[in-house]
């Protein structure tokens, strides 16, 4: 897959996700793509939340992968 249809693709993944994080005072974005790894960062409420991490596999993790299988793992960077 070429490189900007799969940063196409993530930024379509964290559409999805962010109304969710919205509604809850958060928001999420994209830092960077490492290979097959994404790097986001969390912002508002999702910042020391007690269920970010949670949300970071479950939700913004598997959502980019739903969009772009070939990334192995998302992280978040502070």
């Keep these: ?3 900007k249809e799969l940063l ?3 930024e379509k993944a964290l559409s999805e996700i962010r109304p969710y994080l919205l509604k ?3 928001d999420v974005s994209f830092v ?3 290979k097959d ?3 986001i960062k969390f ?3 999702c910042i020391g ?3 970010n991490q949670m949300t970071l596999k479950n939700g913004v993790e598997a959502t980019i992968q739903k969009y772009a299988p ?3 793992k998302v992280t978040e960077v502070k």
């Design 70 to 72: 070939q990334i192995r």
């Design 24 to 26: 809850d005072g958060g």
């Design 49 to 51: 939340c007690n269920v």
């Design 43 to 45: 912002h508002g409420a």
């Design 1 to 3: 897959m070429v490189k």
């Design 37 to 39: 790894v994404v790097n």
């Design 8 to 10: 196409s693709n993530i």
């Design 32 to 34: 960077s793509l490492n």
